[in-house]
């Protein structure tokens, strides 16, 4: 059994590129990315990852060279945030189209404006629908496993399609946790070498990102659709193999202290360590209160999701992005829809937190189940609403 | 100078390799230049390449799934980023080969732009890629405008050129601004090999791409590509215009071999710019005056360009000379 170190998540999710075997990373500094590439590129100059580290002169370039990377059969790494990401738009919906297993970690930061370097999730949010796997962290460790799951799932020949380990800026991105970090030699067992399906080579031409016209564009959109949606059996296969090598069990949606829950609170990402901490009390006090939160994020998990509710009479979902003129937070839009039609809909309350680094405390997790409760009760309420905003 | 061009041998031609990497049956306009140009360069660069494409005329015409003219692996990606996408070509070939995944063989990387690719939206990608100093060749095909999407200006155009978006009007007399020296900032970059050329000096085109692509390290080729349709030109008098641009100084020939200017064509005798211009309808509105400030212009950057050659004080080289 590997031992368990102290160390920097950002660091951490170096070494698991690291002991990945990456072949190729390209990236470009953003906070608080930085210590995920600075530490990539100390490996590289010391001779522990054999691996060329492009240092681009922009995200933009960064994607690009990643996608050319790959598309040459090279295991390809990056990670970004929140403007960085945001100027890598165009590139993440070729990406996929191409069929390059890309794995990018994004420790996820406020979009300007106006400008914040601190943690929310108004980067990935905006990145929903680029065709890209997506998954979310908790903790050190899980970013860690999450990111050797990816390569896994990403150079799958059924999948083939790049994959986003979303983290929390600094306050996963930049904590000091006891994380077991897998060797090389470790990972090699349950990650075998790349092997391209399609790739550039002289002796072999192919053409690759041709013009789609209107009688073959939709067909290619399908296709896309289609692969993404059914990397979700793979996805949970591969941490099913991954559980049985390294003992760490993974599922696509997380839940706590649901049984006998008829509120349930949904959160993504680190905050829902705070969270659990909330239910407990909420428990203490007599509330059946219940935790979910989604591991994997695209293809979202319809059925497990649909399967957790069961029963469940009032869901309270916390956004920590703020989706402008629309009707709540991107992710309550998303859950009260997959939600609608089924047999026992229970009522969905939409709020926005946590934006540009505001804390997210305690008891504005209580807070924000109460009043749910509250407008269950009372049979109608917001459909959503900012918490913690200051008013003057 | 690169221990590659070292016993260079030149094309002649009786020589012309019978290699094709692009196929006929493309779709391009009649009498276009740029294809011709890329055509040729791709020739003298041999099989063993991988191409990344910015989007653009050369993209669309010889693309449209489930065709392709392509007999070379091929990757377009987008629009600013072929610089990009061909470093981490390079990259990931790079570390494959290191590692012993693929065999061992340089393969010539090319990436292929516009003027408005290369110049405009594509330059940041471009420095970027020059800079990082990655084995390859850039080609940027100047058809002085936006072609693709209906001959809308970009930095490459020239002074008074009439284009959909610089048209000449009461208040206008076209394009208002001076042709970015585009081949400047690409040398700016200290790069080992870098030259312009034109598809009516097609041995010397050729000579020029293959130069680039034995020398290691990032090579620049900046290609003349008359475009008939958005020029208002005659469709066969594609090559004679690329003839009357070398022969007019508008388009000089030349290469920066390690900082060394090299004049490749010299021009004892330059024609007038108005021979030039007067055959293209995007001139047509151009008054005497305009067209002597333009010919001011062309003989003092000529002469600009005389003297960095004459500077460099180059051995070996000899330059054709046209009368």
């Known amino acids: 059994m590997p031992k368990r170190v102290g160390i920097e998540v950002s660091l951490a999710a170096s070494e698991a590129a690291c002991a990945a075997d990456t072949d190729v990373v390209a990236a470009y500094p953003i906070t608080p990315q930085t210590h995920i590439v600075e530490h990539l590129s100390e490996l590289v100059a010391d001779g522990k990852l054999d691996a060329e580290f492009v240092p681009v002169e922009s995200e933009h370039s960064a994607m690009s060279v990643c996608v050319g990377s790959s598309a040459a059969g090279a295991r390809t790494f990056t990670a970004t945030s929140s403007q960085g990401l945001a100027l890598m738009h165009e590139i993440l919906f070729i990406a996929p189209a191409l069929r390059t297993p890309i794995v990018m970690v994004v420790a996820n930061r406020a979009l300007s404006g106006p400008i914040s370097i601190w943690n929310d999730h108004s980067d990935i949010m905006a990145e929903r629908d680029v065709g890209w796997i997506q998954t979310f962290a908790e903790n050190g460790q899980e970013v860690f496993d999450l990111i050797i799951h990816a390569f896994r799932v990403a150079e799958d020949p059924e999948?083939?399609?790049?994959?986003?380990?979303?983290?929390?800026?600094?306050?996963?991105?930049?904590?000091?946790?006891?994380?077991?970090?897998?060797?090389?030699?470790?990972?090699?067992?349950?990650?075998?070498?790349?092997?391209?399906?399609?790739?550039?080579?002289?002796?072999?031409?192919?053409?690759m990102g041709p013009v789609g016209m209107p009688e073959v564009y939709t067909e290619a959109k399908r296709q896309i659709e289609a692969l993404l949606q059914g990397s979700k059996k793979v996805v949970v296969k591969a941490w099913k193999e991954f559980a049985k090598h390294y003992g760490r069990t993974y599922k696509p949606i997380e839940t706590y202290r649901m049984k006998g829950a008829e509120v349930v609170l949904l959160t993504m990402g680190s905050v829902s360590e705070t969270a659990m901490t909330a239910v407990d009390r909420m428990w203490d006090k007599g509330m059946r209160v219940g935790l979910l939160r989604f591991r994997l994020w695209r293809p979202f998990p319809l059925?497990?999701?649909?399967?957790?509710?069961?029963?469940?009479?009032?869901?309270?979902?916390?956004?920590?992005?703020?989706?402008?003129?629309?009707?709540?937070?991107?992710?309550?839009?998303?859950?009260?829809?997959?939600?609608?039609?089924?047999?026992?809909?229970?009522?969905?309350?939409g709020f926005v937190a946590g934006l540009g680094g505001r804390d997210i405390t305690v008891d504005m997790f209580e807070e924000m189940v109460k009043k749910a409760i509250r407008y269950a009760k009372r049979g109608k309420g917001p459909t959503y609403e900012m918490i913690g905003v200051r008013e003057r | 100078m690169d221990a590659a061009l070292k016993n260079f041998k030149k094309f002649t031609p009786?020589?012309?390799?019978?290699?094709?990497?692009?196929?006929?049956?493309?779709?391009?306009?009649?009498?276009?230049?740029?294809?011709?140009?890329?055509?040729?360069?791709?020739?003298?660069?041999?099989?063993?390449?991988?191409?990344?494409?910015?989007?653009?005329?050369?993209?669309?015409?010889?693309?449209?799934?489930p065709q392709t003219a392509w007999e070379v692996p091929w990757i377009h990606v987008a629009f600013e980023n072929a610089a990009a996408v061909a470093s981490g070509i390079e990259a990931g070939r790079k570390a494959l080969m290191r590692k012993g995944?693929?065999?061992?063989?340089?393969?010539?990387?090319?990436?292929?732009?516009?003027?408005?690719?290369?110049?405009?939206?594509?330059?940041?990608?471009?420095?970027?890629?020059?800079?990082?100093?990655?084995?390859?060749?850039?080609?940027?095909?100047?058809?002085?405008?936006?072609?693709?999407?209906?001959?809308?200006?970009?930095?490459?155009?020239p002074y008074g050129a009439m284009t959909t978006t610089s048209p000449p009007g009461k208040l206008s007399m076209g394009q208002n601004t001076w042709k970015k020296n585009m081949p400047a900032i690409a040398a700016a970059h200290a790069i080992p090999y870098l030259a312009t050329a034109s598809p009516a000096y097609y041995t010397d085109l050729m000579n020029k791409a293959k130069k680039a692509a034995l020398i290691k390290g990032p090579a620049y080729l900046h290609v003349y590509s008359p475009c008939p349709t958005g020029w208002r030109l005659a469709p066969e008098l594609a090559v004679d215009i690329s003839r009357l641009a070398v022969q007019t100084n508008v388009f000089p020939l030349y290469e920066v071999v390690d900082g060394q200017y090299i004049l490749t064509k010299k021009i004892k005798k330059r024609k007038p710019v108005e021979d030039y211009l007067k055959l293209q309808g995007r001139f047509r509105h151009l008054d005497k005056k305009m067209i002597q400030e333009i010919q001011e212009r062309i003989d003092r950057d000529y002469e600009a360009l005389v003297q960095k050659a004459a500077l460099s004080e180059v051995k070996g080289e000899s330059a054709e000379t046209e009368e």
């Open chain 1, 159 to 207: 999948v083939l399609l790049p994959i986003m380990v979303n983290l929390d800026g600094f306050t996963l991105s930049h904590v000091i946790e006891p994380i077991e970090m897998l060797s090389a030699s470790e990972v090699k067992r349950y990650l075998k070498p790349y092997k391209p399906q399609m790739v550039l080579d002289p002796k072999k031409p192919v053409t």
């Open chain 2, 101 to 157: 995944r693929i065999p061992k063989q340089r393969t010539t990387i090319v990436a292929m732009a516009g003027d408005g690719g290369t110049a405009d939206i594509g330059l940041q990608a471009l420095s970027g890629a020059l800079e990082r100093g990655h084995d390859f060749v850039y080609i940027c095909l100047d058809n002085e405008a936006y072609m693709n999407t209906g001959v809308q200006r970009s930095s490459s155009t």
């Open chain 1, 303 to 349: 059925q497990e999701f649909r399967r957790a509710m069961r029963g469940v009479k009032v869901l309270a979902v916390m956004d920590r992005a703020i989706s402008y003129g629309g009707l709540g937070g991107p992710v309550f839009t998303e859950v009260r829809s997959a939600l609608y039609g089924t047999f026992e809909q229970p009522q969905v309350f």
């Open chain 2, 14 to 65: 009786k020589s012309l390799p019978k290699v094709e990497n692009l196929a006929q049956g493309h779709r391009a306009c009649q009498g276009c230049g740029e294809v011709l140009a890329l055509r040729m360069a791709l020739k003298a660069m041999g099989k063993n390449m991988i191409v990344a494409s910015a989007t653009g005329c050369m993209e669309i015409i010889t693309s449209p799934y």
